[in-house]
């Protein structure tokens, strides 16, 4: 091997970043020790951007496209260098390519629920879930704050890590949205576009990322409060009482035997059995508001004999006189017979 030979194996000629992994956000190009020589070729594909960094300090930055490493076009490396004549010699300094592009799909949920004030059914914990857009859109941010010296960040760990502060400012807003429990699951497109001026200045001013779109798919509560959700509906499906037991009544009819004419008939039979209650108390009250009907009087002309026979003439007669022999007497005998019938009386009833 020649000295050239030897010269180009410790110089780098092109630093460029071949991504298909499709999940990597930043990555730093391996030098394996070598240096950058003057003239070398930056080539930056589409959705990338690469950053010089050099001591721990933010050098240039390009986006895509091919890029001669030369004085002109690397003016703060050059600062930073100290090169007073130009780019001459070769040099050392480390190339983060960071991904650009949308990542899509990323699922968030509410670890916890979250309490709401509801004015149907008062305070009720709910649970949300969905899924959310991002990308970087500020290169040193996103490398100084979250993926630092690493030299392979992941977009799972944005999932892993950051998520749950995305969760934190959308359980902020849903909670002082007060939008009611039953009007959620039309809103939520709206409540997604609502969030985002809320999330985007926190996210990308600590971040330097930034979400896209943010989807809510499903606003979730507890069994009980469904629960009183489906009887309600079920309620104002039925409709008027006595309409729904006469069709009840009809389909036990049609059906004959079997099953369904079984639970038909049950329920047949529990609704006639609310409408006849319904009748008995309907009864009841009518009885108590309407006055008490006078017995009618029973007229001599075919009915009970009003002592016309002489032995109910004679038996009158006898008691007259006794009381007339008591009076003069001074001797007052309560009548217990007063509203009685006589003992010849009912005999001429039963003959």
Sequence with gaps: MGLLDYL?????????????????ISWRFPDEDKEIKRGAQLIVRESQTAQFIYLGQFGDTFGPGKHYLTTDNIPILATLKGWKYGFE??????????????FTGNKWGTANPVMLRDADFGIVRARAYGIYDFKVVDVKTFLKEVAGTDDHFPAR?????????????????????????????????????ALLPLINPAVTSKYGIEISSFIVENVSLPQEVEQAIDKRSSMAAVGNLNDYVKFQMAEGMTKGGGEGAGMASTA??????????????????????????????????????????ERCRESSRRKRSRRAGNAENGVSKPETNVGRISKSARRVMKS
């Design 89 to 102: 010699s070769p040099f050392k300094a480390d190339v983060y390519f960071v991904n650009t592009r949308l």
């Design 268 to 309: 047949a039979g529990l609704g006639a059995g609310l409408a006849m209650g319904q009748q008995m108390m309907n009864a009841m009250s009518a009885q108590q508001t309407t006055p008490a009907a006078v017995p009618p009087v029973i007229s001599s002309a075919g009915g009970i004999p009003n002592c016309l026979n």
């Design 8 to 24: 180009k194996t410790q110089f780098l000629e092109i630093i460029q970043w071949q991504d298909d992994s499709r999940d990597t």
């Design 157 to 193: 760990r944005i999932r892993r890590h950051h998520a749950p502060r995305i969760v934190s400012v959308f359980t902020d807003a849903l909670a002082s949205a007060k939008v009611p429990v039953l009007d959620v699951a039309s809103r939520y497109q709206e409540l997604g576009e």
